[in-house]
């Protein structure tokens, strides 16, 4: 069955480095995916999105890849900040009228 | 204009009761979603209604789970003689889906705590 896998530890960066987040996947050929952040208490909110002919994807100080071929996404925040700590969700879908399908989720702390 | 409501926030209910969870999502989204998120952990996806097709159940855990769609627009989960580890954030998403447009947008849950 389909297996979405996220780094298993929390990941803690100092303020102003780079932060990168992965999101492996198995037994699923996804045509989108994306990535949402989740607060305490909250629903996750969007971030972005990147389809399967698309190498890299940006906006503002966040970039994601998707390999197709390592069955890879990697999401990047650069000058990272406090305000970023938060736990970030991958989701995939094979297609535009499919169900999607959440990762468990990485929490991310970024230390003054 | 409003994002997806649900209600109730927070639901206290003895085992074996039944519980409704309703959800509003955003006006003109066609697809609706349910998730369960127990304490620290992933998204676990239920149920997906599409539009006027036949909903996707594949991630309903029994068959004391279920959901209804009423005209395209609200929804309800029922969850039938509830069981302790039925505890959990219901999480109720709807999206546009149409042309690619899949982000998801949340509401801010229904806690379910089963005593």
């Known amino acids: 069955s389909q297996k979405i896998e996220q780094n298993s530890e929390a990941l803690n960066i100092q303020e102003g480095k780079t932060a990168t987040l992965t999101c492996n996947y198995t037994n699923y050929s996804p045509a989108y995916l994306q990535w949402y952040r989740q607060d305490p208490g909250r629903g996750p909110v969007f971030l972005l999105l990147i389809r399967e002919n698309e190498k890299e994807k940006r906006k503002e100080r966040l970039k994601v890849t998707f390999d197709t071929t390592l069955k890879q996404s990697l999401f990047h925040i650069t000058a990272s900040q406090p305000a970023d700590s938060a736990t970030y969700l991958c989701a995939l879908t094979k297609t535009s009228y499919d169900k999607v399908i959440f990762g468990p989720g990485t929490s991310l702390s970024v230390i003054p | 204009g409003a994002g997806v409501s649900q209600s109730p926030s927070n639901k206290v209910t003895e085992k074996g009761k039944d519980v409704e969870l309703r959800c509003d999502p955003i006006s003109g989204h066609t697809a609706l979603y349910w998730y369960r998120q127990s304490l620290g952990q992933g998204l676990e996806f239920l149920i997906y209604?599409?539009?006027?097709?036949?909903?996707?159940k594949s991630g309903l855990p029994s068959d004391r789970f279920s959901a209804e769609r009423t005209g395209g627009s609200v929804s309800t989960l029922t969850i039938q003689r509830t069981q302790q580890e039925d505890s959990a954030v219901y999480l109720c998403?709807?999206?546009?889906?149409?042309?690619?447009?899949?982000?998801?947008?949340f509401g801010p849950g229904t806690r379910l705590t089963v005593t």
């Open positions: 209604f599409q539009g006027n097709s036949a909903p996707d």
């Open positions: 998403a709807s999206s546009l889906t149409s042309g690619g447009a899949l982000e998801q947008y």
